[in-house]
Structures are given as structure tokens and as C-alpha cells.
């Protein structure tokens, strides 16, 4: 048999192999901020239908979130901690870094501002 047959063969081989053993199942380690404020209950269902696939949430704080990742025990990362998020991805254990979200805080009043805290 030829080189280029025994590749074409095995190339063959593979691709009907592959779809047979594909990824069903992701696990996503997050934090419990993030899980408890139900984003993920209305992001993963539409996810989890378009690509076929059922995510696995683990709610933990960012440190173990990111150590169960460098362990190999969860697929993708959402957390909080940039100087963290940054060590992590320079260490090799992660790639592909994205901002999702972010915090930010408003004072809400009235504009007599009976608190005084206009300007502070």
C-alpha cells in the first residue's frame, strides 16, 4: 500500500472516530458571586442547546476556581482577580484571556442631597 493510501486511510479512520468521542460535557469553575447572581442561568441554556453540550457550574472562590483549572479538573475559568487571572495564563496554565464584566458602583439620591455626600 502506497504512503498516500495509508494516510488517506488513516485520516478516514479518524474523522469517523472523532464525532463518535466528542466533548459532551464541559465544567465551568466559577465563583460564587457570579453563580449566585443567576447570569449563568440565562447565558448557559441557549449555550448549552446551540452547541450540544451540558456545562458542569462549580461555585467556588476565584483561588480555587483557578486551581482546580491549573489541576486540569475543570475546562474553563470565570473569575475576578486580573493579577491572578494574569499569573495564571503567564504560567501556562491558561489562554485566551477575555474581560466578560465588570463592577462599578453609583450613589443614587436625591439632588438635595440630605446625606451630604455630594463631593465626597
Do not use: W
Amino acid at each position: 500500500m502506497s504512503i498516500f493510501r495509508t494516510c488517506f486511510s488513516l485520516f478516514f479512520i479518524l474523522i469517523l472516530y472523532l464525532p463518535l468521542h466528542a466533548q459532551t460535557r464541559i465544567k465551568l469553575a466559577t465563583t460564587t458571586s457570579t453563580y449566585d447572581s443567576g447570569l449563568l442561568d440565562v447565558l448557559l441554556p441557549p449555550f448549552e442547546k446551540e452547541k450540544n453540550v451540558r456545562v458542569e457550574v462549580i461555585a467556588v472562590g476565584t483561588g480555587k476556581a483557578l486551581k482546580l483549572a491549573e489541576n486540569g479538573d475543570v475546562d474553563v475559568v470565570m473569575v475576578h482577580a486580573r493579577k491572578l487571572e494574569d499569573a495564571f495564563v503567564t504560567n501556562g496554565f491558561g489562554v485566551n484571556r477575555r474581560d466578560v464584566m465588570y463592577n462599578d458602583f453609583v450613589i443614587v439620591g436625591p439632588v438635595s442631597d440630605p446625606a451630604g455626600i455630594s463631593g465626597m
